[in-house]
């Protein structure tokens, strides 16, 4: 048996366009590739890969499904058999466990998950409902320039001074506080529990499937003996050197962006999601390790490490990045202003200025290296001699020929030094190291962005057309937030607040009911995740679902013959950016055409009952409902621009 952990690993790292690349010539169309169906033959291509939505289809024969899937059915595979093609394809270690052990493992895991959710919300509890919480902490990232919103995102939190508030309150709930110091939640010192965090704000670590594994607790005294962090100890759900804060929430982005943005902060990475550059991640307080670097070079082999100007700080995290290089990814360097950080700076200069800065300041990590040495040798021989060797060092370890080759072109002009001589230095390190064999693989193909559906033409359309409609949009796009706004109880003001797309549906949708049954199925699982403040299912839970029928569903749903153009953009001036900033329009849209189908439903059927009604009570009440439900089903046409013909 495959421990749960491992398998999670490998579909994570199963690219599909990697994996059905080995057996089928792809060429790329727009966003998608396509090729000749391997499972009947066709002379047109009609076998479309989407690497955004990691799934396969054929459009002629209507073979669909997952990396996993296709290696099934095109190499008559069992499950089990498919996911160790995929571990070794992608060097992910597999250790069997028997039945027994991998049971245990999982109680295992899911008693620490619990035990984390208990203290997430436990501190999110703190920070809102008590007094201590609402003016230290919640003042704190009010301050911070946080919205409500993200603080909800991120579920930020505060532990309690008092020393016994969390184990009381594991107590009264029934939590086992042997589990809880399993989880890292509490210390066992002469026959007592203490709590592992005290008075400080709490920032939660998630796993890649949105789970709380472990947090980082930050204090907001001045006493200098206090660590201004102090981060979970790592358990059988957490290992620092594996996990990236902030990956859960960027991973999307990362692939649609082909890019990740490395900070050093919590808040850094807030911050910026807050502005909307949301491909950004933190090393969770560690340094860079090989298996962070791997965990980034399955979304993108692009990253960019964003400093401020702490030219200590940078020198320390240089000597780290040399395994970036060895793992072939592509590295750049963007330092910001002296006394910035990228907190601050996203802070006063918004979305675009810091992406424009970016730009324009990001050096690609071998040149800025080599720069920033020659700063320091001053052109000291002794320096210089090893400012040489540093540089070579760097290079050797790049697995890419070709790179190789360009930066020794690059060092050759910089360093002025034949170039021989670079390449010959370069040999003998290679050749000292051949045996080890740590040269890594040459990275996978990058992806493009996924495009937006084009809106739909205002007309009525059917109640089955409208569920499966909302069933796809819950599907794509269910993890994405959208501006919303309310009215504020006491004040009238109007406030913005930003909500999931699938929080939006399901809270304007929650009593009415799915005539198909396969849709119910799908909205349900959302209605449960909006209903337990949980974050909504993603994508790959519906197409990795054991249900055949909910995971052919969603790949049915996901996967589509049409893409737009870029053509449309340079040639006509229509821009896709104009369709996202609808985006939330068309939800709406999507939701009252909803309505408005079971409204003219509930006014047919009461039209019926007009006719066979024999009670004057009945008929009064009858009467009294088909007029509301009138004026109900006007005030939605007339929200969505339609004329009904009665």
Known sequence: MIPEPVVAAILDAARIEEVVGDFVNLKRRGANLIGLCPFHNERTPSFSVSPAKGIYKCFGCSAAGSAVKFIMEHEKMSYPEALHYLAKKYHILIEEVTDEQGKQEKQLHESLYVATDFARRHFTQNMLQTDEGRSVALGYFLERGFTPATIEKFQLGYSLETADAFLAEAKKQQYNPDMLQKAGLLSHKDGRYFPFFR?????????????????????????????????????????????????????NSIRQKNECILVEGYTDV????????ENVVASSGTSLTQDQIRLINRYTPNITLLFDGDAAGIKAALRGVDLVLEEGLNVKIAVLPPNEDPDSFVQKHGKQQTLDYLHQHATDFVLFKTQLLLHDAQNEP????????????????????????MYVKECTSLLNLPEALIINEINKIKWKKID????????????TKTQQNKPAAPA????????REIIRVLLEFGTKEIPIEKVHETTNHTLTDYVTVAACIVDELHELPFEKTLYAKIFTYFKHAIDQNEPPPTSDFFLLHPDEQISRLAIDLLASPH????????????????????????????????KLTHVIKKITEISDKLKTSSSQEELTELLQQHILLTSWKQDLAKLLGITIKR
């Open 436 to 447: 080890k064999d740590n040269n890594a693989t040459t990275p996978p193909d990058v992806q």
């Open 563 to 594: 893409e737009i153009s870029e053509n449309w953009e340079k040639m006509h001036g229509i821009f896709i950016t104009e369709v996202v900033t609808r985006f939330k329009d068309e939800v709406l849209d999507l939701i009252n055409h909803y």
């Open 460 to 467: 009525l359309i059917s109640e089955l057309i409208c569920e």
């Open 199 to 251: 008075a400080r704000v709490m920032f939660p670590v998630h796993n890649l499937s949105g789970k709380v594994v472990a947090f980082a607790g930050r204090t907001l005294s001045k006493d200098k003996k206090q660590p201004k962090y102090i981060n979970s100890p790592e358990t059988d759900i957490y290992l620092k050197s594996k996990t990236l804060y902030g990956l859960y929430f960027a991973k």
């Open 382 to 405: 002794v320096k210089m001699a090893e400012l040489v060797k540093d540089i070579i060092q760097t290079i050797a370890i790049i697995p890419d020929p070709i790179k190789r080759a």
């Open 270 to 277: 807030i911050s910026m999601a807050q502005a909307g550059i």
